[in-house]
């Protein structure tokens, strides 16, 4: 068994490269959970869909306290209701999401307090991190142009609470992402996130293969 997270702006491609990836590892008789943050549970999926509501929801927008809270509610109901579970039967989790997310949004953009959201990510994980962080790294304008380019093309998606920060924001979250991989550079993989989809598999399978992962089913 093994924990993988996925990272990255909105439209980096994490949610292909993940479904590419669990077909790949699936070919190798590995059996795959595929799950995501916020969310990943029904009660995780309410909270998701509380932190984002956009402003056309005329709703109270949540102080960045109650912000990361009711990220670290999602994550310690899915630790607790799927991931650990999933590991527990021996299967890989491939989550879209995980605490890096909070680093990078709720501390590098939203600026709260590292220590503080450290601690918090420490609660709400009870010991379950991911042994590898794959980063799909892009600049905030291809963000925004593929973001622009899912809008167009869906009439029912409009952006998010979050999607609709200014670019400055999602500058210092692309740069939280980086800092965090320097940070700690092996339990991060950093990809260029303009390369085709077969190149990033290409990459992220190499990869694993580099850390013997894929030898025998772990
Ligand atoms: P998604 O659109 O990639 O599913 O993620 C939902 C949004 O929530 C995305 O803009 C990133 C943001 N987010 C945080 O701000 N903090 C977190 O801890 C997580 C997991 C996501």
Redesign the pocket.
């Known amino acids: 068994m093994r924990f993988l997270s996925f990272e ?3 439209g980096a491609g ?2 292909t490269l993940i479904a590419s990836l669990k077909a790949e590892l699936e070919r190798r008789s590995i059996s795959v959970r595929v799950t ?4 990943g549970t029904p009660l995780a999926e309410e909270i ?1 869909s509380l ?2 509501r956009n402003s056309e929801s005329h709703l109270e927008t949540p102080e960045p306290f109650t ?2 809270l009711l ?2 509610a ?2 310690a109901q899915h630790v607790a209701k799927v991931i650990r579970p999933a590991l527990a039967l021996g299967e890989w989790v491939l989550c ?11 501390c590098f ?2 600026g709260l307090q590292r220590s503080e959201v450290d601690r918090l990510n420490r609660f709400a994980e009870q010991g379950v991190r991911p042994e590898l962080v794959v980063l799909l790294d892009l600049s905030v304008d291809a963000s925004r142009r593929r973001q622009n380019r899912r809008v167009e093309e869906s009439s029912a998606s409009s952006r ?4 609709e ?1 200014a670019d400055d924001f999602h500058e210092r ?1 692309r740069q939280g992402f980086l800092s965090q991989s320097k940070e700690e550079p092996d339990r991060w993989l950093v990809l260029d996130a303009e390369q085709s989809v077969e190149e990033l598999i290409r990459l992220t399978m190499a990869e694993l293969g580099r850390r013997g992962w894929l030898k025998a089913k772990a």
């Open positions: 990255g702006l909105d994490k949610s995501r943050e916020p969310g998701r932190i984002l912000e990361v990220y670290e999602s994550r879209d999401r995980y605490s890096e997310s909070t680093v990078a949004f709720q953009a939203r998010d609470r979050i999607e920060e979250v």
